[in-house]
């Protein structure tokens, strides 16, 4: 199996990427980081963070119609100008540590972007665009492990910025930020014959689950499920955490 993976792991991965699909369907965001959290609990997570990568950019291409409208450019172009120096900072600093430390630093990293996420801080006005590019950086940093998108989501979510807006977005930032990071991941060895392999047998369960959160088969408010998506994100993390420290 690629990655070391025993059949029951495999299944379990499976049903990730489906759940993570549709949560980004749905909501516009966490599908990289319920991934990376999910497979810190069966093997070592570096191993998924190109796969979703390449996973989010396929998405994109499938929801780009319904969402090319509502991006906000200027934006993208402001995070992407800090995300082009964070990225490599990120890598250098995750690719020196062992798989045990980068379970418990991924896990921590995500509990305190869901209490971020969670605490409701808001901005009384939407930021600029240094605070953009500084958010960037940030993001870059945390994209080395396949989490770019939840310091952008906290930043977004703190200002006035309408959901469309929001959730379009995120969506076009992944793309760019997957682009930029990818060949750098390359150089770093962290993409193999396994991440095709993955990816590949990964493609039909996230076409499926993203049509389906896309097409908000639940009756639920999307800042709702949001929340709920953040709840379970953070039941992960913390399973990946005990999992390291017991």
Not at 100 to 127: E, F, N, Q
Request: aromatic share 12%; proline share 4%.
């Amino acid at each position: 199996m690629p990655f070391d993976l025993s059949p029951a792991a495999a299944g379990f991965m499976a049903a990730a990427f489906l759940v993570a699909a549709f949560v980004r369907g749905y909501s516009g965001f966490g599908f990289s980081a319920l991934i990376v959290a999910a497979s810190a609990l069966v093997t070592n997570p570096l191993h998924f963070v190109a796969v979703v990568m390449i996973c989010e950019f396929m998405m994109t291409f499938q929801q780009a119609r319904g969402v090319w409208h509502a991006v906000s450019w200027w934006r993208v172009l402001a995070l992407m100008a800090g995300a082009l120096a964070g990225v490599p900072m990120g890598l250098w600093a995750l690719t020196g540590i062992g798989a045990d430390a980068a379970r418990v630093v991924i896990s921590v990293y995500v509990l305190a972007m869901c209490a971020a996420l969670l605490a409701g801080w808001t901005m009384p006005r939407a930021a600029g665009r240094p605070a953009h590019v500084a958010a960037g950086v940030i993001s870059g940093m945390a994209n080395a492990a396949g989490m770019g998108g939840l310091p952008v989501a906290v930043f977004f979510a703190a200002q006035p910025i309408a959901t469309a807006v929001f959730r379009a977005t995120l969506i076009a930032y992944f793309a760019a930020l997957d682009i930029w990071t990818l060949p750098l991941m390359w150089g770093h060895g962290l993409v193999s014959r396994d991440t095709l392999v993955v990816t590949l047998a990964a493609l039909p369960l996230i076409g499926f689950g993203t049509w389906l959160g896309g097409r908000h088969f639940l009756n639920t408010d999307p800042q709702d499920f949001r929340r709920f998506s953040i709840m379970l994100l953070a039941g992960l993390a913390l399973l990946g955490l005990l999992k390291t420290v017991l």
